[in-house]
């Protein structure tokens, strides 16, 4: 099988491209390094050309109002260029809850793009995922100083990035799910106590301070971010992925 993958240079891109040579698949990396551009459409015909599946894991460069004209954008590019080239099967990768945080301008921007792709000529899959592990050291430089790290109690279900590719990589390869896969780790922590967790591991002395109004996350309702009783769980849990992480040299 021949797939694109949109974003294949990028942190999960690079990984799914690898997971699919390596499953004996042709999987093709398209980014701006390619010579392709998904905002004004330069390289994705020949991107496509050829290709069964198109995995959109291509990301806005900011958080801000600005990443809805890009996902816009960028997603009816990709949904022309691929009904030129005959793909049958666009999968995006989104986040779980993305549909229920409205006052986060990116969240609103991925919940256009999956409205998008719903609505248009071909079959698709979206996978939903909860935040990466990875992306704990930003969350914790957002709204920290020298002696404190303040963080809202907002729970969620993080995973590890390895295991998000899995899971792309398993519905890109099956049949167009016409819906949506959602995808998190084993164990819901509140975000505070996660951000405890991960500073004891790094013997890092500064305290997080519960703060329901810092940072990004102080805008989320509830549970949200935390997968429903349908979703796939992953088998990684966050310390034993910590402990292996912090003891890499």
Known sequence: MKLT???????IGSRVVRKLAAAGHEAVPASMSTGVDVITGEGLDRALAGAQVVIDLANSPTFDEASVDFFRISMRNLLDAGEKAGVGHQVVL???G???VPGLDYYRAKSLQEDLLRLGPTPYSIVRATQFFEFMDAVLSWTSDDDTVRLPA?????MAAADVVDAVVEVATGAPLGGVRNVAGPEV???D???R???AARRDIRTVVTDDTAGMFADVPGDV?????????????????LEKHESTP
């Open 225 to 241: 971010l935390t997968a429903g009783p349908d979703a796939r769980l992953a088998a990684t849990h966050y310390r034993d992925w």
């Open 5 to 11: 993958v949109i974003g294949g240079t990028g942190r």
């Open 197 to 199: 967790l991960t500073l």
């Open 98 to 100: 993305v549909d229920q």
């Open 193 to 195: 106590d996660l951000g």
């Open 94 to 96: 989104s986040i779980v």
């Open 154 to 158: 907002t729970p969620i279900q993080p």
């Open 189 to 191: 922590f509140r975000l």
